[in-house]
């Protein structure tokens, strides 16, 4: 599979993970959901989950299983989010291996096409993702409001990378039309 494929979101949200509805994960099909944390939920620099976040999770529940995969190792950081959140979580790792992502999809006993991969990051969480065969969700990062004008260089550098391979970031765009990654 080349790059361009292995890097390629299914689904590119445009914004924050809090504009991934219920009605999105039933129009894919999807039953489960793994989370990065870093970016995706929480800003890096803060520890607290908002509570739209919490009443996000409260909305998904219902639709879909939910696990928190971060590469993250602070177990201190990643319990106290996945507790505030009441979702099981595994830190350390390392993606774009495939080894934890595989161990919380089969946790949730569903199909890896029915559960997304939902990620801030092209080269690790949506590479890991495609590589398990995952539908993939691109979201863009949480930001502590505090330092909104921050640039984030590697995620700039993954853009302008991932551009060269001739992946396609166009927000709302579903771009792989058959769901079956083999």
Request: no cysteine; charged share 20%; hydrophobic share 45%.
């Amino acid at each position: 599979m080349s790059w361009g494929k292995l890097l390629q979101p299914d689904l590119i949200l445009g914004s924050a993970i809090l504009d991934l509805t219920p009605d999105l994960l039933q129009q894919y099909g999807l039953k489960g959901l793994v989370l990065d944390v870093d970016e995706t939920l929480v800003p890096i620099t803060m520890t607290d989950t908002s509570p739209e976040l919490r009443a996000w999770v409260q909305s998904i529940s219902p639709i879909a299983q939910v696990w928190l995969v971060s590469n993250n190792i602070s177990q201190n950081r990643i319990s106290r989010i996945a507790q505030s959140l009441g979702l099981p979580y595994i830190l350390g790792a390392r993606k774009p291996s495939r080894r934890k992502l595989r161990q919380a999809v089969e946790s949730m006993d569903l199909p890896f096409e029915q559960v997304a991969m939902v990620g801030d990051r092209l080269f690790t969480d949506v590479l890991a993702g495609n590589r398990l065969g995952m539908f993939t969700i691109l979201v863009e990062p949480m930001v502590n409001p505090a330092k909104l004008q921050q640039r984030y260089l590697l995620r700039d550098i993954e853009v302008w990378l991932s551009q060269i391979f001739g992946v396609s970031l166009i927000p709302w765009q579903q771009n792989v039309t058959d769901l079956d990654k083999s």
